[in-house]
């Protein structure tokens, strides 16, 4: 019984790690125009072009990532809520909801969801019987999203390999935690842009 409260609270703080990381990366990217400015002004004029081009490149691969990853959220909450409520599972909305912000983390999100599940449905049912249900309903969207989802709509929009991403996120994760694991990508699809932008030499 007491491994139960642990998951719970296990549960609960990496739910509130997600979305302090989520809020730290809403507000750098909005004020990233800011930033942007900022950086031209300090830039000398013989790079000026070539400053605007790799701004230009870096946030449209940043932004096909965001997009990607948006639509990716989306697809696997609607997918997530689905599957719980067919399950009968009573709080399928919220855990659907939960998973769907937290996707945003690759890898993460999915995990905070089946723990947040997992843990509601032995509160409230106080057996295994619905929790396991649940974790085996939110595996098959994870396995759905690994498999389809994610490679189709996240892969295609920046063209990076499953490896290339799952190497950024370990890096992202031991660097600077959950904050690193959801910076690691589109730090990634940036140097990648500055790289290309610099070789080609635009």
Avoid: W
């Avoid at 449905?121 to 994870?142: E, P, Q, R, Y």
């Avoid at 709509?153 to 890096?171: A, R, T, Y």
């Avoid at 992202?172 to 080609?200: Q, R």
């Amino acid at each position: 019984a007491a491994s139960v409260p642990s998951l719970v609270v296990s549960g609960m703080e990496l739910v509130t790690n997600s979305l302090i990381a989520v809020f730290t990366i809403f507000f750098l990217l909005k004020d990233g125009r800011r930033m942007r400015k900022a950086i031209i002004r300090i830039i000398p004029n013989k790079y000026f072009e070539t400053a605007l081009s790799l701004l230009y490149e870096v946030n449209r691969q940043v932004g096909n990532y965001i997009r990607g990853q948006i639509t990716d959220c989306v697809v696997i909450g609607v997918l997530s809520f689905l599957f719980l409520f067919f399950i009968g599972f009573k709080y399928a909305f919220f855990v659907a909801l939960i998973i769907g912000v937290m996707n945003i983390v690759p890898y993460l999100g999915p995990l905070t969801g089946i723990i947040a599940g997992m843990s509601l449905a032995i509160i409230d049912d106080h057996t295994f019987g619905m929790a396991f249900k649940v974790f085996c309903a939110l595996g098959i969207v994870k396995l759905i999203d690994d498999v389809f989802v994610n490679p189709y709509v996240v892969g295609k929009s920046v063209d990076l390999h499953p490896m290339v991403v799952l190497v950024s996120i370990s890096v992202g994760a031991a660097l600077m935690g959950i904050t690193g694991m959801l910076l690691a990508v589109p730090l990634y699809c940036a140097m990648k842009a500055t790289f290309e932008t610099l070789y080609t030499g635009i």
